[in-house]
């Protein structure tokens, strides 16, 4: 399995301004993924990180919103910009490895906990 | 109707007890199914990966049936520490995971 790290862990924000999120793993992996949790949810996947390309966003998510970046195979940046309340939240890095050949299993990293007021 | 269903429980059971939780989905080209334990304020963790002959890991076991499109974990002789709330997932071919809303456990005393 791959080691990931999010910084920050947690952060308290202040509507109208931005945060950027770093995802570091241990290992080069091909997919990376944003997703969102919202207290008392489930995982909604926010966007796909592509090397090299802009990332594939899934429906109600925009690229204006939440800007991702992701220079290499093992780094990927989500920003959440102009926050609102609405965007309090915790926020995952994912990526996807094969595990063995068998199959294509998915690990997460500690999330960053963002409140904004 | 969701993509990926789950009995959101909670349920509450004694220690040694088995348990079962069921989840269904509604995409038939689904490739991959997985199960993940989420413990409270911490990130989910993949627990096992779902495979069609079934599979078992300690007291831990998967099954899935393609047919009616539903995974089952059953988890046996119930410990404290299984306390948590497990995530039914379901990949398709665009390599999309998606999440059911979890199923929570209380194992207690």
């Known amino acids: 399995s791959a080691v990931i790290s999010q910084k920050p862990s947690r952060d308290i924000c202040q509507r109208g301004t931005s945060l950027t999120i770093q995802c570091q793993v241990d290992s080069q992996v091909t997919m990376m993924f944003w997703y969102r949790q919202q207290p008392g949810q489930s995982l909604t996947l926010i966007a796909t990180?592509?090397?090299?390309?802009?990332?594939?966003?899934e429906s109600g998510f925009v690229i204006d919103k939440f800007p991702i970046s992701r220079p290499n195979l093992t780094f990927s940046t989500l920003t959440v910009s102009n926050m609102s309340p609405e965007d309090s939240s915790i926020y995952l890095c994912?990526?996807?490895?094969?595990?063995?050949?068998?199959?294509?299993?998915?690990?997460f990293g500690p999330g960053t906990r963002l409140t904004v007021t | 109707r969701k993509e990926v269903e789950q009995d959101p429980g909670p349920f509450n059971v004694p220690e040694g007890a088995t348990v079962a939780f069921n989840c269904t989905y509604s995409n038939s080209a689904s490739q991959s199914f997985f199960w993940y334990r989420q413990d409270c304020r911490k990130e989910p963790k993949l627990l096992m990966s779902v495979y069609s002959s079934g599979n078992e890991d300690g007291r831990f076991t998967a099954q899935l049936n393609r047919a009616s499109q539903y995974i089952s974990l059953l988890i046996r002789d119930s410990k404290l520490s299984d306390s948590a709330t497990y995530l039914c997932v379901v990949k398709g071919h665009a390599g999309k995971s998606t999440f059911g809303d979890g199923t929570t456990l209380t194992v207690k005393p």
């Open positions: 994912s990526v996807g490895t094969l595990a063995g050949g068998r199959s294509y299993e998915q690990y």
């Open positions: 990180a592509n090397q090299g390309s802009e990332a594939t966003y």
